[in-house]
């Protein structure tokens, strides 16, 4: 199915390498985010966009970094300064830029991502 | 800050039996609730959100403001209920913007 696709579904990297994580809709969702999913953890937001060419932290975006030069692209790089990386990553979409508190999220499928 | 709280992370219950997975909320404006649901292999999709006030599933939950809760809960539970739920509050996080914050999740399984 379309809609968000996250690629690829796994990816293993070498400690100390930095990787990206792909991330695309078709929705024509302004809005664009990025969760990372640890075991008893839940969702947490590490950065977001809610336009091309801007984006924000969210609580945990130390070690990471997104760009964002499409509406329909949002990739995230984790670099070597994230200390604990291996995680399953959740991007996400809205349909406008977070400006209503009843935004629905629409989730892609993920990449788990094991640091060696 | 907002703040969401699921203090079970795991939930059995016998198929046909009530479900109630819990959910309570620290956030001082007006808060907008959700719940979402994962099932196995497949991704994190919205279950039902407050302001709806509708039964999804056969699921509803009703957000108490006095005791900071929006419980979930289901009369009789079935086995495709299994899946994990996260609760999740939208609240104002400044320049016009709102931010999803999620609870840790509950694993609810349904024993045949």
């Known amino acids: 199915d379309g809609g968000i696709t996250q690629s690829p579904k796994y990816l293993f990297r070498k400690e100390g390498q930095n990787v990206t994580l792909s991330c695309e809709q078709n929705l024509n969702h302004d809005a664009m985010y990025w969760y990372r999913q640890d075991p008893g953890q839940g969702l947490r937001l590490i950065y977001y966009s809610q336009i091309v060419n801007d984006f924000q932290k969210g609580d945990i975006a130390e070690g990471y970094s997104v760009s964002r030069e499409k509406k329909e692209s949002f990739p995230l790089t984790v670099t070597s300064a994230q200390k604990n990386p291996t995680a399953f990553y959740l991007c996400?979409?809205?349909?406008?830029?977070?400006?209503?508190?009843?935004?629905?999220?629409?989730f892609g499928p993920g990449t788990r991502l094991t640091v060696l | 800050a907002q703040r969401v709280t699921q203090p079970e992370k795991l939930l059995s219950v016998f198929k046909g039996a009530p479900v109630e997975l819990k959910c309570n909320y620290s956030y001082s404006g007006s808060p907008e609730l959700f719940w979402y649901v994962q099932y196995s292999r497949q991704r994190l999709q919205l279950l039902l959100r407050?302001?709806s006030r509708e039964s999804i599933k056969g699921f509803t939950a009703d957000l108490n403001k006095g005791e900071t809760s929006f419980h979930l809960k289901k009369p009789f539970a079935q086995e495709e209920d299994s899946a994990m739920y996260y609760c999740?509050?939208?609240?104002?996080?400044?320049?016009?913007?709102?931010?999803?914050?999620f609870g840790k999740g509950t694993k609810l399984s349904v024993i045949p």
């Open positions: 996400a979409s809205s349909i406008d830029g977070g400006t209503s508190s009843y935004n629905e999220q629409f």
């Open positions: 999740a509050l939208s609240g104002y996080s400044g320049a016009g913007s709102y931010q999803l914050t």
């Open positions: 407050h302001i």
